[in-house]
């Protein structure tokens, strides 16, 4: 288009998301000039190594090891960071932001750690920190609480937040897999990193968690608020507990906001197989919010990768077209006031407890033990198939127990030899036909 007004972006950064970047600009340009008026062109970007091979073609000159190629040429007005990690992502955005650049961020780690302080220059300089890239991938979540759900008071997260757990948990549920062979062929398809440890081990989802928090709610917590469980204990037996529980194991992030309270977790739990999210498949996410005029909203799509990632970088690229000023939206001032427990002591929870022991015991001690001057146990359940001895002579029991203390009940567990191996909420429902019952 002619007479287009140009804007020259410098991205931190050309691997998965970089390149993305790129080719969406690519085949998108003249789209883009329509709809805006205005040219988006690549004028530089960072990477370590000059000489690797690149998944998208670009003009070496563009190419850079130097930060200040960017951070210091004027011409460039937004800087796009899509390198990773905390440093020195953290110092080059601030560079960026106090030379007036506007940033765009897919960095979902340095967000939930430094963004408030990030934030607080960008308000200071009158520039825009945009981030829809770091929670959900092309999922425009972060938009949808900033600029649509802003005269609504949001008080519940809940969602899928990471597409590998999501893809690992399916292949378990799905082709019966074991924990390393789905997470085996997660990484030969790209879905998982050489290094799973922040997907598997719940990081990855906790950071979406908080940042989504802190953009919903209106007192601000910190990361160390959220509760965090990994999927690695997941083994092919729970996975057929939970069917015969008619439910499935997802690792999902919820957020609950109450006066002032904030609860905060991510974990697996079964859900019941018609709940809305057990349907969400492979590397898909999900986020559903609930707020008290809209009601309930959900949001499905694809959580990363190449593409779906680019797509949230290039629309938060339009929204700086669109309104290069900030327009009001302030992380909340407020501390959240209590911790999770505090919060949690008083909720009634029902888990799947996967319990091994050494000593053989009848079903019926075990529940008499367990709720014995218990009263923090409202009801517990032996599951009545697979029990038994496995090959290492240890006895392997599942359990549902109904609680207000999951701390006392794993204590008390551990009292009575038994050695908890997995403990995750169960949201489904009751068992009806109960084989060996206690109840308050
Ligand atoms: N991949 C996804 O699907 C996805 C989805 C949502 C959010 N994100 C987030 O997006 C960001 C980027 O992810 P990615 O998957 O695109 O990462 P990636 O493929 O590893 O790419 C990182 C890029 O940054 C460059 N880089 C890293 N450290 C650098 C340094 N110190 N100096 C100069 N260049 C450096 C690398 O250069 P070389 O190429 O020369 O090594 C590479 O080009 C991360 O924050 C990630 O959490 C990713």
Redo the contacts with the bound molecule.
């Keep these: 288009m002619e007479n287009a007004k140009v804007v020259y972006v410098g991205l931190?950064?050309?691997?998965?998301?970089?390149s993305g970047v790129v080719k969406s600009l690519a085949t998108n340009q003249e789209h883009i000039e329509q709809r805006t008026g205005f040219s988006v062109q690549v004028r530089r970007a960072?990477?370590?190594?000059l000489h690797?091979p690149r998944r998208v073609s670009i003009h070496k000159d563009l190419l850079t090891?130097l930060a200040q190629d960017i951070l210091d040429d004027p011409s460039i007005s937004v800087v796009v960071e899509?390198?990773?990690?905390v440093e020195?992502a953290r110092t080059m955005i601030m560079s960026a932001l106090k030379a007036g650049k506007h940033v765009i961020t897919?960095?979902?780690?340095l967000l939930a750690k430094h963004g408030a302080e990030l934030m607080e220059i960008a308000e200071e300089m009158h520039v825009r920190l945009l981030f829809e890239?770091?929670v959900g991938?092309g999922i425009p979540i972060v938009r949808m609480v900033e600029a649509y759900l802003t005269a609504n008071r949001i008080y519940a997260i809940q969602g899928i937040l990471n597409g590998t757990c999501n893809y690992i948990l399916t292949q378990m549920d799905e082709r019966g897999s074991s924990f390393q062979a789905a997470l085996q062929t997660a990484q030969e398809l790209g879905y998982a990193e050489a290094d799973p440890e922040s997907d598997v081990q719940g990081f990855d989802a906790a950071y979406k968690l908080s940042i989504l928090a802190n953009m919903a709610f209106p007192v601000y917590t910190h990361l160390g608020d959220v509760e965090r469980q990994g999927i690695t204990d997941i083994t092919p037996y729970d996975i057929a507990m939970a069917k015969s529980l008619h439910g499935v194991i997802k690792l999902i992030g919820r957020a609950s906001y109450d006066h002032g309270r904030v609860s905060l977790e991510v974990g697996p739990r079964i859900i019941s197989k018609d709940h809305s999210l057990a349907g969400v498949r492979d590397v898909f996410n999900a986020v559903t919010l609930t707020a008290d005029v809209v009601g309930e909203l959900t949001f499905i799509g694809r959580g990363?990768?190449?593409l779906p990632?680019a797509s949230a970088v290039i629309e938060d690229l339009m929204e700086i077209l669109r309104a290069p000023r900030p327009y009001g939206m302030r992380l909340p001032m407020v501390a959240s006031l209590s911790s999770h427990d505090e919060v949690r002591q008083h909720t009634e929870q029902q888990y799947y407890v996967r319990i091994s022991s050494q000593i053989s015991q009848q079903h019926d001690q075990v529940l008499d033990m367990l709720t014995r001057d218990g009263s923090f146990v409202r009801d517990a359940y032996v599951m009545p198939t697979r029990n038994g001895r496995t090959d290492d002579k240890k006895d392997i029991l599942s359990l549902l127990i109904c609680t207000t203390d999951r701390r006392k009940m794993l204590q008390k567990l551990a009292s009575i030899s038994f050695i908890c191996e997995l403990c995750i909420p169960f949201d489904g429902v009751w068992p009806e036909e109960r084989e060996v019952i206690f109840s308050m």
């Design positions: 931190l950064g050309l691997g998965t998301v970089g960072l990477v370590r190594d690797k090891i899509v390198m990773g990690g020195p897919a960095n979902k780690e890239a770091s991938g990363a990768g190449e990632t």
